[in-house]
């Protein structure tokens, strides 16, 4: 910035003084400085992480904003992969409808606002002011110059600017738009935060209801067909070929099959009003558009889980972290700043005169211009602990981010463990279930002929019913691991999402208070 000469504060009507070599070179010095800021500068941090997911070894590298070749793998609308036509249309009513994101949303805004405050505190300012007064002194008389005498009351019309500028030398208020503008990306990777982890909530609860729909069903068809295995057992009782303990056996696990149908039906209806919520509705308004069952959703491509340092540039919530952690970085650079002199240019200028006409040619102006200086001479130790408290939040949300990089390297290595190997015990349980279904099939027949006991029978059918249960929780959990490994990579809602229009839009125009309204208030007091 370049200094220019300013004129000392004078008196109305006034030439003004030229500056002296002094308060010349004062005022260079400031200009010079204009583009100084105490404080750290932000720098991206390095941290060591594994060069391959299940490798120990590790390499330092740092954050920030991927290069054309370091692209994170592309994981945004993975639930897509589940091909199920009505999971991919709760997704969007859940971005739309969700008070959550909502609640993000509103966040983002707020600090918009903060940032454009900030930004504002680096200019100058400019204040109107107008007065009108009519005086009367209580005589007929009031005032006369020679023979010619004015009577009161009197009229008397004021205008004026007030204009001001912070020089910033030591940048506290660049520091301030710096934290802002940290502080709004915060706030961006928070709301990416908030619809990561709605789109995982989503996904994870419509899995599960139809998880609890595929085990209702086979609760009702493993009831069905032990019912058939206790009449067929009644009909051979009667006939004396079976004994009573047979029966009371056949009729007592067909009616512990049934006693499972009441609380998966209430652990499905639980499940369907938290999804209800999640979209942002009262929760039995999906019951419908749930009734009509359909298939346990399973992932059918690969996932492309990249390399660990990928989840630096897309996990909203370590991403989230890093923004913090810059944000306090800058105000260490603030509280730092608040030790400093700090230097102002104030100027006014005002007129008055005794009609509104008279206010720009006679009428009498007066102005003043100046620098002014405010120096932070003793505080008993105040300012310097500002700026060591300043410096141990920065620590704090450095410590956070770090916490940050590590539990999202661990999700991810869970997550990828949990689904290899729950695919693994899928396919032993599903061989299960295949050779309890053979045995159950084939101990009935025998039973029917009257070539095996019905311990056979209730044994088999017993290990069936248990292992087919085991089976379709099984592959629910292989999907919900895949949500979760999803979630872990940083995988979310790509679309965009408006954040700037308000939840509650204001009128705020001027308002009139009617006579009516007026009077009832009046009458409460």
């Keep these: 910035m370049t200094a220019q000469p300013l004129p000392a504060p004078l008196a109305a009507r006034t030439r003004p003084a030229r500056p002296t070599p002094r308060l010349t070179a004062a005022l260079l010095l400031a200009g010079a400085l204009g583009g100084c800021a105490v404080g750290p500068d932000y720098k991206a941090p390095g941290l060591a992480v594994p060069a391959s997911w299940g490798n120990g070894k590790a390499g330092v590298i740092a954050t920030g904003t991927p290069s054309p070749a370091n692209q994170p793998p592309r994981l945004g609308r993975w639930w897509e992969r589940l091909n199920d036509k009505t999971l991919n249309g709760f997704m969007e009513e859940a971005v739309a409808g969700n008070l959550d994101v909502a609640t993000a949303k509103s966040r983002v805004r707020e600090a918009r606002a903060s940032r454009k405050q900030a930004l504002a505190a680096l200019a100058p300012t400019l204040t109107g002011s107008g007065q009108y007064l009519r005086t009367d002194n209580g005589s007929n008389v009031s005032a006369g110059t020679g023979d010619v005498q004015v009577a009161g009351p009197f009229d008397s019309y004021t205008a004026g600017l007030d204009a001001s500028w912070e020089l910033d030398l030591f940048g506290a208020n660049r520091r301030a ?270 039973y029917q002929s009257g070539s095996s006991s019905f311990l056979d029978v209730l044994d088999a059918e017993r290990s069936l019913y248990s292992a087919e249960d085991s089976y379709l929780q099984s592959q629910v959990l292989i999907t919900t691991d895949y949500v979760a490994l999803n979630k872990a990579l940083g995988g979310g809602w790509d679309g965009t999402v408006d954040t700037r229009t308000p939840e509650v839009v204001d009128d705020m125009g001027p308002r009139f208070v009617s006579a009516d309204w007026a009077q009832q208030f009046a009458r409460r007091e």
Excluded: C, H
């Design 177 to 446: 738009a710096e934290a802002a503008k940290y502080g709004l990306d915060a706030s961006e990777e928070s709301l990416r935060n908030t619809l990561l982890t709605l789109v995982g909530d989503v996904a994870t609860n419509y899995v599960e209801a139809r998880g609890y729909q595929a085990r209702i069903a086979l609760a009702r068809r493993t009831a069905a067909s032990q019912r058939e295995t206790a009449a067929l057992t009644r009909t051979k009782f009667q006939a004396g070929s079976a004994s009573a303990v047979d029966l009371a056996n056949a009729e007592g696990q067909a009616a512990s099959t049934e006693a499972d149908i009441p609380q998966l039906q209430a652990s499905y209806q639980q499940t369907v009003n938290q999804l209800a919520i999640l979209l942002g509705q009262p929760p039995a308004a999906l019951n419908e558009r749930m009734a009509r069952t359909a298939p346990i959703p399973r992932p059918r491509a690969p996932i492309p889980t990249g390399v660990p340092a990928d989840i630096l540039l897309s996990r909203p919530d370590v991403r989230l972290a890093e923004r913090q952690y810059a944000q306090y970085t800058a105000k260490v650079g603030g509280a730092e700043a608040a030790r400093y002199p700090d230097v102002s240019l104030t100027g006014e200028i005002s007129t008055s005169a005794s009609q509104v006409g008279d206010l720009g040619k006679s009428s009498n102006i007066s102005w003043n211009f100046g620098p002014s200086v405010s120096v932070p001479i003793f505080n008993a130790g105040s300012l310097q602990a500002a700026v060591e408290y300043a410096q141990a939040q920065r620590d704090e949300y450095f410590l956070a981010y770090r916490s940050s990089v590590l539990t999202a390297l661990q999700d991810v290595e869970n997550a990828s463990v949990s689904l290899q190997q729950e695919r693994i015990r899928n396919r032993s349980l599903a061989a299960s279930a295949n050779s309890y279904r053979q045995a159950a099939s084939l101990s009935r027949s025998l």
